[in-house]
C-alpha cells in the first residue's frame, strides 16, 4: 500500500545540452510562459490566446486551414489524430516507410482497420514519385498517401511536392507527418497540397513536449463530416467536437493543458520573430557545417545526398566506436544528450538533432569538441 | 497563406479565483517547477523522477500496482486509456450512469466497440449496489462495469465499495472515474477492488491539465496481455509498449511531458506533505461549510443528501437568478470562476469546485461575499 508516504526531496533536472532529435532547448522566454498563473479552458482570455496559436500556427504551417489547432498530447497523439479523423475500417491507404515513424503511421492505420499498402520501406531511402504514381495507378481507390517528411529515425528528408501533386490529381487525402521539420525547413502545407499535416512542440519549435500541431485542409475536414456517427476509434482526439470547442460554441470537449498553450503561444512568437526564412537558413547552414565535421571525424551520413535532414543528422559510427559507451561519456562528462538508432539501427548509427533553440555553432561547436575528446581517449 | 506574420503580444493571463470544477489553482511551488530547464525523455534523470511520480502515485492511488503512472493526456485521455485497453469488439460493459461523464465512458466503450448495457441513467442518483448486482446476474458474461466516482457534472458521489466486491465475486473488471475525487475525498484502489482508477492532474491535485494518472490491477494487465497483438483502437495510449517504457527497458514509445512532469512531481510532493486524510478533512469541512452557505442564500443542492460531493458542489438556481447574467458578473467583476450545467442542465444549475489548492476558506468567504453582492442587484 506505500501507506508511509515517503516524499521524495525537490526534483533537480541536471544542466542539459539537448543535442537528441527532440526535446531541444527551450527558451528562457518560453519557460517563463509555461510558470504563468492558472486560468480556466473555457475563460474568454483562454480562447482568445487559442485563437492566435491558431493564427500563428497557419503562419507556421503555411496554410489558410481553418482547423488548425494544437492537439492535447505529444506527436505520437498527433499522428493518431491524423489517422483516426481520415481512415475508416476498409479504407485504403498507401504508406511510405522509410524509417520508424513512417511504420509507425503504418501500425495506428492498421489499428484504424485500413487495408494498408507499404510503398518502399527501405529505412533511409527516399521513396520515389514514380513509385507512388504506380502505387496510386495499382489502387485507385486509396483514400489516403501516409508519408514522413523528415524521418527522425534515418535523417531522411521525404521530397513531398510531387506526390502532393499526385494525390490531387487522384483525389486522394495526402496525410504529412512533419514532426521533425515544422519550423526548422520549409513545410508548405497548402504550397504541397498536403491535407493533414501534424508535428510535434518539442523539436524545431522548441516548446516543451506534450502538444502536437496539427491542420486540417477543407477536403480532409469533409471527409470527416461526411462520416457522420459512424464509429471513429478515439473520442479524445475526434476533430468535430474539438472545432466546436474551438468555435464561437466553445463547447467543452476536454480540459485544455493551459500551461502548455502558454509555452507554444511563446515559442510560436518566437518563431515568427525571428521568420520562417531566416529559421531554415540557420538550421540549412548549421546542419550542413556539422555534417561535414562530423565526416571530417569518419562518420557517414546514413541517407543518400540530396535527402539529409539538416537539423536531424543521421550518421555510421566510425569503426571501433562503441554506440553506447561514447554516449554515456558525452552525458556524464559533457551533459550532452544525443541519441543512437531506433529498431535495426541500434548501435550502428547517431542522431544529432540541432533543432530550434538548439541549433547554435556554440552548441555545435560543444558537441564536436566533446566527440573529439570522447573519441581520442 | 497569413504571410505576413503578424505576431500577437505576450500573453498575459488575467488574476482568476479559480472555482470551478477544475483546472483548480495552482500552488507557486508547482509553477516554479513547471519552468525548470528542458531535458530528455530518456535522461536517466527523467526516469527517476517518473519513478518517484509512479511510487507517490501509488500512494495517493492507495494501491500497491506495479502499472500506476501519468498518461501523457489530460481525464479524458485517461478514461480512453483505461477502456481501450480494457475492452475488446464484442466484450460485454456495464455502465453505470449518472451524469455527463458516465456517457461519455459508454460513448468510449462503444468506440472500442464492446456491447454496453446502461444500469441508472437518472443525472445525479446514485446507480444502487442492487441494480448492479441484478446487471451482473442478467449479463453474467460481462468483462468490465465501469463507474464514475466524483461526477463532477451532477456533484455526485457514488459510492463503490459494495460494487467492487460484486465485481470481485464475478471476476468482473470494475473500471473507475476517479478525475475529480483523487486527492480530495477518499479513493481506495485496493481497499475497493477497483482494477482501473484514472484520474486528471487539474482537480484536485491542483496540477496544471494535461496528465491523467493512471493504475491497472494485475487482473487488468493480465487481460491487456491475454488480448495479445488482436488489435486495438490506440496505440497511443497502448498500456503494454507503455510500460516497456516505464520499466528497465526504458524503450522509447512517445516522448513524455517532461515540464508537466515536473509539476506533477512538485505537485504530489505537496499532496503528500499535506497528508491525505489532512487533505481530505479539508475538503469535507470547507465543502460543507459552503453548501450550507449556499441553502441559505435559496441554492438546492442537486443530488440526494448522503451522495453529495465536497469538492464539486452541484445546486440548483433560486428562481429568477440568471445563470449566464450572474456568472459573466462573477467572472468580469470579481475575477471568480465558477462553472454553469452540462447538457440537460445548462442554465438550470451552478457548479463550484472546492478543490486542492482553491479549496480554502478565503476563497469561500470571497466567492460568498461576490454572489451575494451579484444576487442583490
Redesign the interface.
Given at each position: 500500500?506505500?501507506?508511509d508516504?515517503?516524499?521524495?526531496p525537490?526534483?533537480?533536472?541536471?544542466?542539459?545540452l539537448?543535442l537528441?532529435p527532440?526535446?531541444?532547448?527551450?527558451n528562457p522566454r518560453v519557460?517563463?510562459?509555461?510558470?504563468?498563473?492558472?486560468?480556466?479552458?473555457?475563460?474568454p482570455?483562454t480562447m482568445r490566446?487559442l485563437h492566435?496559436i491558431q493564427?500563428?500556427l497557419?503562419?507556421v504551417f503555411?496554410?489558410?486551414n481553418e482547423l488548425t489547432f494544437p492537439v492535447?498530447?505529444?506527436?505520437?497523439?498527433g499522428?493518431?489524430c491524423a489517422l483516426?479523423n481520415v481512415l475508416e475500417p476498409g479504407d485504403v491507404a498507401l504508406a511510405l516507410v522509410s524509417g520508424a515513424f513512417a511504420e509507425?503511421m503504418k501500425?495506428?492505420a492498421?489499428?484504424c482497420?485500413a487495408e494498408v499498402h507499404v510503398v518502399g520501406g527501405q529505412w533511409g531511402n527516399p521513396v520515389p514519385e514514380e513509385a507512388v504514381a504506380d502505387a496510386l495507378a495499382t489502387h485507385p481507390t486509396a483514400k489516403a498517401v501516409l508519408a514522413v517528411h523528415a524521418e527522425t529515425s534515418t535523417g531522411l528528408r521525404q521530397p513531398l511536392e510531387g506526390i502532393g501533386r499526385l494525390c490531387r490529381e487522384r483525389g486522394t487525402l495526402f496525410v504529412v507527418d512533419a514532426v521533425a521539420s515544422l519550423g526548422g525547413i520549409p513545410v508548405e502545407v497548402?504550397g504541397w497540397g498536403i491535407d493533414v499535416c501534424y508535428s510535434?512542440s518539442?523539436k524545431c519549435l522548441s516548446v516543451?513536449?506534450?502538444l502536437a500541431p496539427i491542420t486540417f485542409s477543407p477536403r480532409a475536414v469533409a471527409a470527416r463530416i461526411e462520416r457522420g456517427d459512424r464509429?471513429?476509434?478515439?473520442?479524445?482526439l475526434d476533430v468535430l467536437p474539438i472545432s466546436r470547442y474551438l468555435g464561437t460554441e466553445r463547447l467543452?470537449?476536454?480540459?485544455?493543458?493551459?500551461?502548455?498553450l502558454?509555452?507554444l503561444?511563446?515559442g510560436l512568437?518566437i518563431v515568427?520573430?525571428e521568420?520562417?526564412e531566416a529559421r531554415w537558413r540557420r538550421h540549412e547552414e548549421i546542419g550542413a557545417e556539422v555534417l561535414a565535421a562530423l565526416e571530417e571525424r569518419g562518420f557517414e551520413p546514413f541517407p543518400p545526398s540530396g535527402y539529409r535532414l539538416p537539423e536531424v543528422i543521421c550518421v555510421r559510427l566510425p569503426e571501433g566506436v562503441d554506440d553506447r559507451v561514447a554516449r554515456k561519456r558525452l552525458?556524464d562528462e559533457f551533459g550532452i544528450?544525443i541519441?543512437g538508432g531506433?529498431g535495426e539501427l541500434a548501435g550502428k548509427v547517431w542522431r544529432v538533432g540541432l533543432m530550434g533553440e538548439s541549433c547554435t555553432r556554440d552548441s555545435a561547436k560543444a558537441l564536436l569538441d566533446a566527440i573529439d575528446l570522447v573519441l581520442a581517449a
Open positions: 500500500m506505500g501507506s508516504h515517503t516524499v521524495p525537490r526534483f533537480e533536472p541536471p544542466r542539459r539537448l537528441a527532440g526535446p531541444s532547448a527551450v519557460l517563463e510562459a509555461m510558470a504563468r498563473p492558472m486560468i480556466g479552458h473555457l475563460d482570455e490566446m492566435e493564427s500563428m497557419r503562419d503555411r496554410t489558410g492535447s498530447g505529444t506527436g505520437t497523439a499522428m493518431e483516426t509507425r501500425e495506428i492498421l489499428r482497420r497548402d510535434g518539442q516543451p513536449p506534450g464509429p471513429m476509434n478515439s473520442f479524445y467543452y470537449h476536454h480540459t485544455a493543458p493551459v500551461s502548455m502558454y509555452g503561444h511563446e512568437r515568427l520573430e521568420g520562417l552525458l544528450e541519441a531506433l
